[in-house]
């Protein structure tokens, strides 16, 4: 893989001051429930702006943040219960930016590369909700048997990572951080899944990943090297977010509100009652309650009332920094050639639904 160089802008460093940054990706092929509704089901009469579907499809992903909460808790369907709620489960960014541009979600989570590679590559998608800041829950895990004792011991090794995640971001930028190229590591590409049993197999030194798999690395005779909050601390930040299809903001805008609000019920059980989140968040993510713990202590979650922050999405009138800090990421996915071009800092200040939080 070619190595580039990227120069990173003041707007990491004073995003890190003001966040508290703890964990976890960073992220497929669809699974749970199906629906039998049509397309053309989905195309009924205009809305009054008040109208609710007749079913919401959530993309979502296995981190332990606010909204796997309000999926254990059922938050949703107390929420909307004359509405099917179908959840989607993904391995990944790009799956599920695979999946907006087909149309067939309405709402999905992304880490800050593949959202960056999405809203530049024109996906019909918003920003609607920020859930996180990833922290130590993203890793570089080697195996303890190996003779790997930091990130300049790669060299010649076989390093597993999901192409276009956060991860594979993190790694990337802790490896020019040290001045290492790329090139003289084998960087493979791997869903999560597949990461985990190429390690059991002993087919891999090393995976750069996030919870819960690294957990299992851990658990499997792994030990870690760097972590995500490490490479945030030097400028290189990573987050996941909500985007909301284009079509369906238009035509439910009540039900993006409601659903923020229900996102906003999981975060605040989140971070109030910890023990019960994560005895919820264990069946979700596969882990031990304690392991639960210890996943949710590396990642700063956030709530509603942070989305208007000028750090987050802002208002309309005053963008966030949010914005910067995704045309940073897409600059930087130019310079792999992941994506053939960035745009302008006011596409990605465009594509933030930051109306939604001004009374």
């Known amino acids: 893989m070619k190595q580039y160089s990227i120069k990173l802008s003041p707007i990491f460093a004073a995003i890190l001051l003001s966040v508290i940054v703890l964990i976890v990706s960073a ?5 749970t429930t199906t629906t039998n509704q049509t397309d053309a089901d989905r195309s009924t009469a205009e809305s009054t702006g008040d109208e609710l579907p007749q079913e919401i499809r959530i993309g979502y992903q296995v981190s ?25 489960k993904f391995d990944s ?29 024109g996906l019909p998608n918003k920003i609607y909700y920020i859930h996180d800041v990833i922290g130590e829950s993203e890793a570089l895990v080697v195996q303890d048997t190996s003779d790997i004792q930091s990130l300049q011991d790669l060299k010649g090794k076989t390093v597993a990572t999901t192409y276009g995640s956060t991860s594979h971001f993190s790694l990337l930028s802790a490896l020019k951080q040290e001045s290492i190229n790329a090139t003289d590591i084998k960087i493979i ?13 002993g087919d891999i030194d090393g995976a750069y ?3 819960p798999v690294q957990s299992r690395l851990l658990a499997e005779n792994g030990r870690i090297i760097i972590t995500s909050k490490e490479v945030a601390e030097k400028g290189a930040l990573t987050g996941e977010f909500g985007v909301v299809h284009n079509d369906f903001i238009a035509k439910y805008p009540k039900a993006v509100k409601l659903y923020i609000e229900v996102l906003d019920e999981g975060t605040k059980f989140y971070r109030e009652q910890p023990e019960q989140a994560a005895e919820a968040l264990s069946h979700e993510l596969g882990l031990s309650v304690e392991e639960t713990l210890k996943a949710m202590s590396e990642i700063t979650v956030l709530d ?7 750090k987050y999405l802002g208002t309309p009138e005053e963008p966030g920094q949010f914005a910067a800090l995704l045309k940073q990421t897409a600059d930087f996915l130019v310079e792999q050639q992941s994506i053939k071009s960035a745009p302008e800092l006011s596409v990605f200040e465009e594509a933030m639904l930051n109306e939604l939080y001004v009374d």
Not at 79 to 84: E, G, L, Q, R
Not at 103 to 119: K, M, N, Q, R, W
Not at 304 to 310: H, K, Y
């Open 209 to 211: 990943t996030w919870q």
């Open 64 to 88: 332990p943040n606010g909204e796997l909460v309000a999926k254990a808790l059922g938050l949703a369907e107390q929420k909307f219960p004359n509405v099917k709620i179908s959840w989607l």
């Open 27 to 31: 992220c497929g092929n669809s699974s």
């Open 93 to 121: 960014g790009r799956d599920v930016n695979t999946a907006i541009a087909s149309g067939s979600i309405d709402f999905g989570l992304v880490g800050t590369p593949p959202g960056a590679s999405g809203i530049s590559q």
């Open 189 to 201: 590409d791997m869903q999560a899944p597949d990461l985990l049993a190429a390690w059991q197999r």
């Open 304 to 310: 509603a009332a942070a989305q208007s922050d000028p």
